[in-house]
């Protein structure tokens, strides 16, 4: 059965991912988990850059997410930052370190060599595995941690200038392009 197929296809390509992580990290004193994080927080925006929500998108408990937290302030890699409007919400931010780190470790160089080795330039392949996301979100009842610029509350206003339906807060470019916990795709017509 082809899902069957596909299913054990990409468990090994987790598998050897995680193992690779794992291997790109030992030199920085990091696990998979604590570059998960790292990479979440380098592609997420300003309304996603919180404990709460590294929880949701790691799928792990408080618990773990603390510790992680720990770990990688105490190593210097990220800082935490009191909203300015509301005093009680911690803002997670990647220091220089953290990026550089980042930067070095993922994605690991065994990827990076095996997808040069793909024909063509993979597009095909990330349209695959962003249908097959999007798909599993849809059937978990999960949020997509989408794009902004992918968003049905994103508005554009002009030229370079967009704004978030949501919250009506005005959002750069830059901003467009990063992950937001409070993403809800695009319905697609029938």
Known sequence: MAGDRLYALLERLGNLLRTEERAAGLPHGLQPVHLQALRYLQACNRYSNTPAALTEYLGLTKGTVSQTLLLLEEKGLLRKEADTEDRRVVHLLLTEEGRAVLKAALPPELFKRALARLPGDGDGLEEALTGLLSALQAANAQRSFGACGTCKHFQ???????????????????????????????????
Not at 157 to 181: A, I, K
């Open 156 to 190: 554009r206003e002009g030229s370079g200038r967009f704004r978030c339906g949501l919250t009506r807060e005005p959002l750069s470019r830059e901003d467009s392009q990063l992950l937001c916990r409070e993403h809800e795709a695009v319905p697609v017509p029938h």
